[in-house]
């Protein structure tokens, strides 16, 4: 019912800036919730970010101040803004899509998973 596809990542030093996007299609995107994920290597898949159904945006607390999830509907695409990036936010950062109005910060919640697009901060 839903595909997604992130793009935006890249190569940035510390203290940089990057903005992910993640592109949906499908019929019934405004009635879903939006999350990013984030897996650095060896590492499980964490909660960074989530835009629930009305608007109202939550973060993990390693990201609050930095990062900013924004939607627009009209171009079905959810950003990420990431500002004062650091090697520690070096990760594959996925999109992923649920109609549950709650447990955004589960992974396990959610049906519908981007590729993944790569982010890595040198020091």
């Known amino acids: 019912q839903v595909q997604l596809v992130e793009s935006g990542g890249g190569l940035v030093q510390a203290g940089g800036s990057l903005r992910l996007s993640c592109a949906a299609s499908?019929?019934?995107?405004?009635?879903?919730?939006m999350g990013w994920f984030r897996q650095a290597p060896g590492k499980e898949r964490e909660f960074v970010a989530a835009?629930?159904?009305?608007?109202?945006?939550y973060y993990t607390d390693s990201v609050k101040g930095r990062f900013t999830i924004s939607r627009d509907s009209a171009k079905n695409t959810v950003y990420l803004q990431m500002n004062s990036l650091k090697p520690e936010d070096t990760a594959v950062y996925y999109c992923?899509?649920?109609?549950?109005?709650?447990?955004?910060?589960?992974?396990?919640?959610?049906?519908?998973w981007g590729q993944g697009t790569q982010v890595t901060v040198s020091s």
């Open positions: 992923a899509a649920t109609q549950k109005g709650f447990g955004y910060r589960a992974p396990d919640q959610y049906d519908y």
């Open positions: 835009m629930a159904l009305g608007g109202w945006p």
């Open positions: 499908g019929r019934t995107f405004s009635s879903y919730a």
